[in-house]
């Protein structure tokens, strides 16, 4: 089924390791985000991206850095893994400017880290 | 700043009983207003939305009233079922930004 597809679906690291998450969507969208989800916290914008080679910081973009080279990928890496960054990963992507428009968001199923 | 208050949960119905999540949030503008939802294992959903003050967002059975005056988006539903356990998500957007502003989420679960 066409969406957006995350990987990995779980990973436990080290701290002070570094990983990537791979975002990849196949709806030809322009916009894609990366959130982190945490108890109570609901879910808070890292960083964005406008199209291919663009991206922008969001409400809690330290310690990560993203990255997207093709339309259909976006990156997202962390350089330094804490313990802070145990979360739930989740990318979306969208067709409209707008976070309004009518189909809304697409999300994938999410990336569990944890950082021990 | 922009910001979503849901109850909190877990709300735990039996089927076929009136579900009420209530949503309120601040903002700066005039925001767009949703519901998202979150099945198990699986990513956020689009459920309904509301553009402007009066609007009513409905899909599956559910509906959420946009309240101006009282800055309220509370999802119902008259009937819940066993499948609608999952976790609600109201956010909101402002003109020109482009990305949703998300409350904590309500973890719904629905007993036969």
């Known amino acids: 089924n066409a969406g957006v597809t995350q990987t990995p679906k779980f990973r436990v690291l080290k701290t002070g390791q570094s990983m990537t998450l791979l975002c990849a969507q196949d709806?030809?969208?322009?916009?894609m985000y990366w959130y982190r989800q945490d108890p109570g916290m609901g879910l808070r914008l890292i960083h964005y991206?406008?199209?291919?080679?663009?991206?922008a910081k969001g409400e809690v973009p330290d310690g990560y850095n993203v990255s997207r080279l093709k339309k259909q990928n976006f990156l997202l890496g962390l350089e330094s893994a804490a313990p802070s960054q145990t979360s739930v990963y989740f990318c979306?992507?969208?067709?409209?400017?707008?976070?309004?428009?009518?189909?809304?968001?697409?999300f994938g199923s999410g990336t569990r880290l944890t950082v021990v | 700043g922009d910001s979503v208050t849901q109850m909190e949960g877990p709300v735990t119905l039996s089927e076929e009983a009136f579900l009420t999540i209530n949503c309120t949030y601040t903002?700066?503008?005039?925001?767009?207003l949703f519901w998202y939802v979150q099945y198990p294992g699986e990513g956020l959903q689009l459920l309904l939305k509301?553009?402007?003050?009066?609007d009513k967002g409905s899909n599956k059975g559910f509906e959420a009233t946009y309240r101006k005056e009282t800055t309220s988006f509370h999802l119902e539903k008259g009937s819940v079922q066993v499948s609608d356990s999952a976790v609600y998500f109201c956010?909101?957007?402002?003109?020109?930004?482009?990305?949703?502003?998300f409350g904590s989420g309500t973890r719904l679960q629905v007993q036969p």
């Open positions: 979306a992507s969208s067709y409209s400017f707008l976070a309004g428009s009518a189909k809304g968001y697409t």
């Open positions: 709806m030809n969208h322009e916009y």
């Open positions: 991206s406008v199209g291919e080679g663009t991206t």
């Open positions: 903002a700066t503008g005039y925001p767009s």
């Open positions: 509301a553009t402007k003050a009066d």
């Open positions: 956010a909101l957007s402002l003109t020109g930004r482009r990305a949703l502003t």
